[in-house]
């Protein structure tokens, strides 16, 4: 198959540099810094942190201090306006968009070097798994993504999606493969996108389907479902299926439309049998599911089965709007090979974090079982990027550690890709409370991952109604939206639901406190947390706008 000859020699050289990189990480990683740092010795930050005279490691470390994206926030806001040679030579041809800590999105520069290098670790992540599962390509393939371009900024340099921008360039001989068009991805209610994947992926017998976040699969399934009658007929008339309010979309999407009766009377049979469409059933073919399985959408995953069967699952890897991180190899685990050929990394223990001078490790210096959080130097421009993350080493491969993402740290929590910061939650907890004129005692988020919801528990000095409950909890989910982009991205294709009010009895923040003081915190220790990744409450729920 043309594909997978496409994809064994694309994949085999650069499965063989990594590799061959695993047996000496140290020197391998010493190799890329250098080849960072030497052409962006003459950008504005590489002369303002000395990069032609970094010799070593420690060199580094001393010259450039670790800062998150609010330290680099003044660079990248020089770019946006147009400025060049400010983080590298290279300009920028776009930026990806995610959500920031102060309500502000992180545009997140993207090089021809940078995209080069991703792009070329996907291909190396799908010629492994073609080891594994030599038939994982001889059916039509659904991948998801989101647009290539979203907006512009205002120098007209656009921002969008790295995969979407892959997608939307695939060579034509290898489009074929692919279910879905791309300009699917662009429509922008998230409904008729969604009736629209399952309109192109259901009439085509797909081998392979991939996306990162599982919720998408299971939302997929439960659309295919919900309007069977409509897809049925659709594949069957060679017909949209839809009216869409993107009328040039409509047209575009016409061309790779034609009737499939038979195919339609298979769907038929299977729906009169089932009372539904789902991937199982109506995929005999499907080989491999590509997503995340690890962190929070870990319970998701264990979803799938459900819905798409028993059929293995290989990690998308760790991969963030920063960078691609690690390369899975094996199916049905999160950890992958570290990327010791795209970004520099190093490491700071997770018990040493709140230190006021961390250790720093290397990847050659890291041990089984152990946590850190982890900082990137990528191509692209970041140096030194405290991405606040937490991984674990799950083991080795050759020399070079074995990493799967744990969790978000510091004051961040993340259910399906929110990336929530607690100053989200501040900022709309201030508007509810000048809203609604609150006299708000304290209050804690905890993010409800079987559900995919926040729990929002609450105590006041003062009673509420209960009809306004519902009130506060819009103006908080909608507040939420305003501040972050990723959660608004979640709530309208409904991977993320409403969050779910708690008004405690009075007294229940001195109880939680006394309990911490139970348990050996000391009191002058002892901090408020607004923003949890595992709680239970103590005392009593006086009133609450949960429905389940």
């Known amino acids: ?8 020699l694309q994949g085999w050289r650069l499965a063989k540099q990594l590799d061959i990189a695993t047996l000496n990480p140290e020197a391998a990683q010493m190799s890329l810094l250098y080849s960072i740092l030497a052409p962006n010795a003459e950008t504005i930050f590489g002369k303002e942190h000395k990069f032609s005279h970094i010799k070593t490691a420690c060199d580094y470390y001393k010259s450039v201090p670790i800062r998150d994206y609010e330290g680099f926030r003044p660079y990248v806001n020089r770019i946006l306006a147009g400025e060049k040679a400010i ?8 930026f990806t968009l995610t959500s920031g800590t102060t309500g502000k999105p992180k545009y997140i520069p993207v090089t021809e ?15 492994r798994i073609l080891i594994n599962h030599p038939k994982f390509l001889s059916r039509a393939i659904v991948g998801l993504v989101s647009p290539a371009i979203e907006g512009y900024t205002e120098s007209k340099i656009p921002y969008g999606s790295i995969s979407g921008r892959i997608y ?3 060579p034509h001989i290898i489009k074929r493969s692919y279910a879905v068009p ?8 998230y409904d008729e996108r969604y009736f629209a994947i399952a309109r192109f992926a259901y009439g085509r017998q797909v081998s392979f389907i991939s996306t990162p976040n599982p919720t998408t699969l299971l939302r997929l399934a439960e659309v295919a479902t919900t309007h069977k009658e409509d897809i049925i007929r659709a594949i069957h008339d060679g017909t949209l299926g839809i009216k869409l309010q993107q009328k040039e979309i409509t047209l575009t999407l016409q061309r790779f439309i034609k009737p499939q009766p038979q195919r339609a009377k298979q769907l038929e049979r299977i ?8 991937p199982k059933d109506c995929w005999q073919h499907l080989q491999l599911i590509g997503c995340w399985t690890g962190g929070s959408v870990g319970i998701q995953v264990q979803k799938l089965a459900t819905y798409y069967g028993a059929v293995p699952i290989r990690d998308l890897g760790y991969l963030a709007s920063e960078a691609r991180i690690t390369i899975p190899y094996q199916d049905n685990i999160p950890s992958g090979i570290l990327a010791l050929t795209i970004n520099y990394y190093e490491f700071i223990p997770e018990e040493e974090l709140d230190s006021d001078n961390p250790p720093i490790l290397l990847s050659h210096e890291l041990e089984l079982g152990k946590r850190y959080s982890i900082l990137l130097t990528t191509t692209a421009g970041l140096y030194r990027y405290q991405i606040h993350d937490i991984v674990e080493v799950t083991g080795f491969y050759n020399q070079s550690p074995l990493i799967a993402f744990i969790r978000k740290s510091q004051d961040m929590t993340n259910i399906t890709g929110e990336k929530m910061h607690v100053n989200h939650i501040l900022t709309a907890m201030e508007t509810v409370r000048q809203q609604f004129n609150l006299a708000i005692v304290t209050y804690r988020f905890t993010p409800d991952i079987e559900n995919q919801r926040y729990k929002i528990y609450l105590e006041l000095a003062q009673s509420v109604e209960e009809n306004q409950l519902k009130q506060i909890v819009l103006v908080i989910d909608s507040h939420l939206c305003s501040v972050n982009c990723e959660y608004e991205q979640k709530r309208q294709s409904k991977r993320l639901h409403l969050p779910c009010l708690y008004i405690m009895s009075a007294g229940w923040a001195e109880q939680e406190m006394r309990q911490e003081m139970m348990n050996g915190k000391r009191n002058v220790q002892y901090k408020w947390k607004v923003l949890c990744h595992e709680f239970e409450p103590l005392g009593y729920v006086t009133a609450s706008t949960n429905s389940k």
Request: hydrophobic share 45%; aromatic share 12%; proline share 2%.
């Open 271 to 278: 729906a009169d049998n089932t009372n539904a469409l789902l």
């Open 182 to 189: 791309y300009s699917v991805f662009e429509l922008k209610d």
């Open 168 to 170: 939307q360039r695939i």
């Open 87 to 94: 983080l590298t030579s290279e300009s920028p041809f776009m």
């Open 1 to 8: 198959m043309i594909l997978s000859t496409f994809v064994r």
């Open 113 to 127: 070097i940078s995209e080069k290098l991703g792009s070329g670790l996907m291909r190396q992540w799908l010629y």
